[in-house]
């Protein structure tokens, strides 16, 4: 499946972003999907995931409560909200799909989109 994640920029912090991760080529239903991110000089983080059985969510602890993953089957996209936005949420975003039901390492993942830039400051 191929993936492209859009809607990054930049944001004062306490503000929102909605990330979108469209999907083409497969049904992006029958994918684990996850939001990852990479900061400067920093390993690629897992944030959130969705699982392909039953839309399970999972979360890292340094956003969960502010950020909410969903998918929109009849569009084929996965969205990330992201709300309460701080400093240090600025990163590179990337979606990414995996053939397992829920994953949340980034060698589980098979397919990535190519990141979209999130900036939080004042």
């Known amino acids: ?3 492209q994640a859009s809607g990054g ?10 990330l979108s991760c469209a999907a083409s080529g497969d049904t992006l239903d029958d994918y684990a999907v996850g939001w ?3 900061a400067p000089g920093k390993e690629r983080e897992g944030i959130s995931f969705i699982s ?3 839309d399970t969510t999972e979360y890292a602890r340094s956003v ?6 969903a998918r929109d089957s009849a569009k084929n996209m ?3 909200q992201m709300s ?15 053939t397992f039901t829920m994953a ?6 098979d397919d990535w989109g190519q990141g979209t830039l999130v900036t939080v400051s004042s």
Do not use: M, N, W
């Open 1 to 3: 499946v191929q993936l």
């Open 9 to 18: 920029g930049s944001v004062p912090p306490g503000g929102s972003l909605r």
């Open 36 to 38: 990852f991110r990479q």
């Open 52 to 54: 392909s059985s039953d």
């Open 64 to 69: 969960k409560g502010r950020f909410t993953i």
């Open 78 to 80: 996965v969205y990330l």
């Open 84 to 98: 309460s936005l701080k400093p240090e949420d600025t990163a590179v975003y990337y979606c990414a799909a995996s």
């Open 104 to 109: 949340t390492l980034p060698g589980f993942y």
